[in-house]
Antibody, heavy 121, light 107 residues
Framework: EVQLVESGGGLVQPGGSLRLSCAAS????????MYWVRQAPGKGLVWVSR????????SYADSVKGRFTISRDNAKNTLYLQMNSLRAEDTAVYYC??????????????WGQGSLVTVSS | EVVLTQSPGTLSLSPGERATLSCRAS???????LAWYQQKPGQAPRLLIY???SRATDIPDRFSGSGSGTDFTLTITRLEPEDFAVYYC?????????FGQGTKVEI
């Protein structure tokens, strides 16, 4: 059974940093692109970042580019999102996501339970 | 960036009725890389439809998707109580992946 379990969320002051982790199991983690998607309270879904299977390619939404860094440790089956210079508008539930297939173009199929990040003083 | 606009914002229906949700893209969606998701309160989204019209695993056949280019539709033929939720469309053919703002289907 595929499982994605996020951790690392919490309350942080504006300008602060936080690192989210996503522990993956039930599939060959090193074969899949992985994604982060966020959802502000009461709002819609927003794609944040993606990383290819070996970590050599990454891309970001314009709203987080230069502040967030996605990475992965295939030996530990873990995905990360390092978030720096956090702003109030980054407050959201962050989901770790895997696609249907190993292909670059794939809809999102497996979602974690989400990790809440609150940026407030 | 492909902007997706969903309508209506809220759909008020009764169990057994038919629901028709629309998703319009600001430019043509590559190869019909259009998906629909269902989200219930406090839960992660669930994939319903991908490739505009293919049902995901274990999705009941009362859910169907159609459309191409810039106009897409999700149809729920007979609403069950568990279908009352928020539905999002998403294009995954060009970066950045984008979602519509959602349609709430309420009783």
């Amino acid at each position: 059974e595929v499982q994605l379990v996020e951790s690392g969320g919490g309350l942080v002051q504006p300008g602060g940093s936080l690192r989210l982790s996503c522990a993956a199991s039930g599939f060959t983690f090193s074969s899949y692109w992985m994604y982060w998607v966020r959802q502000a309270p009461g709002k819609g879904l927003v794609w944040v970042s993606r990383v290819n299977s070996d970590g050599s390619f990454t891309s970001y939404a314009d709203s987080v580019k230069g502040r967030f860094t996605i990475s992965r440790d295939n030996a530990k089956n873990t995905l990360y999102l390092q978030m720096n210079s956090l702003r109030a508008e980054d407050t959201a539930v962050y989901y770790c996501v895997r696609g249907v297939t190993m292909a670059t173009i794939t809809p999102f199929y497996y979602w974690g339970q989400g990790s809440l990040v609150t940026v407030s003083s | 960036e492909v902007v997706l606009t969903q309508s209506p914002g809220t759909l008020s229906l009764s169990p057994g009725e038919r629901a028709t949700l629309s998703c319009r893209a600001s430019q043509s969606v590559s190869s019909s890389y259009l998906a629909w998701y269902q989200q219930k309160p406090g839960q992660a989204p669930r994939l319903l439809i991908y490739g505009a019209s293919s049902r995901a695993t274990d999705i009941p056949d009362r859910f169907s998707g159609s459309g191409s280019g810039t106009d897409f539709t999700l149809t729920i033929t007979r609403l069950e109580p568990e279908d009352f939720a928020v539905y999002y469309c998403q294009q995954y053919g060009s970066s950045p992946w984008t979602f519509g703002q959602g349609t709430k289907v309420e009783i």
